[in-house]
């Protein structure tokens, strides 16, 4: 999703998340330039990845994930860029978030009187630069 709306916005998106070194994570921050914020990359760690196993009415069967990183988004990293948030006119965050960094953010969404998106699962917080995206959504 992220990617998606930073292509469709023209890069005005930027993505809180925590990636490793590895080959994954460099794929993602290759993929699209500018759309990661600054600490995001974790040396040492392995990029979250989900497998699931559909059956022939593409109803899920089981689902596979290594969501041990998203524990490195913390309070801590989400301050350090108080000042892109405060800029954002709108915060999706994701299901996979600590429980502290859901509270946290969503703290400080009304503390700034910024909407707050809680999306469950598959991504994390994406702070969306784009005045004008607002301005779409509230039409």
Aim: charged residues 20%.
């Amino acid at each position: 999703m992220a990617e998606a709306l930073w292509r469709l916005r023209g890069g005005g998106v930027r993505l809180l998340t925590a990636i490793g070194d590895d080959s994954d994570g460099q794929y993602i921050s290759n993929i699209a330039p500018g759309l990661l914020l600054d600490g995001c990359v974790i040396s040492g760690a392995r990029t979250s990845m989900y497998a699931a196993l559909f059956d022939s009415k593409g109803e899920c069967l089981l689902g596979l994930g290594d969501m041990e990183i998203h524990n490195q988004i913390t309070p801590k990293l989400v301050d350090k860029h108080i000042e892109t948030l405060e800029k954002a006119p709108l915060v999706v965050l994701d299901g996979n978030l600590p429980q502290t960094t859901m509270d946290h953010v969503l703290k400080l969404c009304h503390q700034l009187h910024k909407p707050g998106v809680l999306k469950p699962k598959y991504m994390t917080i994406i702070f969306i630069q784009i005045c004008e995206m607002w301005n779409e959504l509230c039409a």
